[in-house]
């Protein structure tokens, strides 16, 4: 029998997603105690026993982040249907009615961006973003056998390349034409695995 969340549970997720959209809004350094605790609505004492200080707030961020996009995958993958698996993945990553998270894709572009002097991240946000291209790369295969290693490849990173790029943007509201191009960049990407070399 699975428990209801407890109050801790709900909390922290609070504490988290405010912690994510600090980020996403005002960067690592601006992502302040204080900042966070106004965001979620609850006190300065309250995050700080939540996140603890500004190192465990970094590593919080990480695992949060990360953790949330490697659950984001598979559900992604484990949603698609059995046939046509390439053209469901292109219509879930770029439909007008597609759910982003911004505030996700920049949490994880502000951990990149610091992850240029820490090692350890570095590697963590690299094998999360591999492993989202693989996801990808394995969803094309199911529908292109036949195209060769380094097509695939290059069609996952396209596509990969395309959604974090146009989630990234969303919080500029970009014109409606915008979702629209990078899904057609993605579908031609698609065709190009049906073309013989």
Known sequence: ??????????RYRQVMGALVRSVARYGLNGATLS???????????????????REDMIAALTDFVLKSFEDQTKALVSSLPKEGPSDALINLLFSEGAVSQPDMVLGFAALTARASDDAK?????????????AAVANTLRRDHGDADDAALGA????????????????????????KTQAAR?????????????
């Open 1 to 10: 029998m699975v428990g209801r969340p407890t109050n801790r549970d709900e």
């Open 121 to 133: 991240l570095r590697q963590r946000c690299r094998e999360t973003l591999l492993d989202f291209e």
């Open 35 to 53: 900042q966070i605790a106004k965001e979620a609505g609850l006190t300065r004492p309250l995050i700080r026993h939540h996140i603890g200080n």
């Open 155 to 178: 069609a996952a990173h396209g596509i990969t390349a395309l959604y974090f790029n146009l989630t990234s943007l969303a919080p500029l509201d970009m014109p409606p034409a915008w």
């Open 185 to 197: 960049v993605a579908r031609d990407l698609l065709e190009e695995l049906d073309t013989p070399t």
